[in-house]
């Protein structure tokens, strides 16, 4: 497993100070594998939220895999969220 992936995990999981599960740790790498976090150019992959989510649900087992996840490609940069956004 990359080093990136296990930050990521540790970052959004540290606010709860709980290990991440097996799960989740499966879930990230399924991730990683389909290029989700490591890109070749410098430009973040852009998407809307829900379908961010939505992708991001389709491998993981449980809410926390889908947070954990999503914060790490938030801060990471490899995503750009694109739409409206309500403040």
Same mark, same amino acid.
């Given at each position: 497993?990359?080093?990136?992936?296990?930050?990521?995990?540790?970052?959004?999981?540290?606010? !709860?100070? /709980? %290990?991440? $599960?097996?799960? @989740?740790?499966?879930?990230?790498?399924?991730?990683?594998?389909?290029?989700?976090?490591?890109?070749?150019?410098?430009?973040?992959?852009?998407?809307?939220?829900?379908?961010?989510?939505? !992708?991001? /649900? %389709?491998? $993981?087992?449980? @809410?926390?895999?889908?947070?954990?996840?999503?914060?790490?490609?938030?801060?990471?940069?490899?995503?750009?969220?694109?739409?409206?956004?309500?403040?």
């Amino acid at each position: 497993m990359s080093a990136a992936i296990r930050d990521g995990v540790e970052m959004a999981t540290s606010a !709860a100070e /709980s %290990e991440p $599960s097996l799960a @989740e740790l499966v879930a990230l790498e399924d991730i990683e594998a389909a290029g989700w976090l490591e890109r070749d150019g410098p430009q973040p992959v852009r998407v809307t939220f829900l379908d961010l989510v939505k !992708a991001i /649900s %389709e491998v $993981s087992n449980t @809410e926390t895999e889908v947070v954990a996840t999503v914060a790490y490609m938030l801060s990471s940069g490899s995503i750009e969220l694109i739409g409206e956004t309500r403040h």
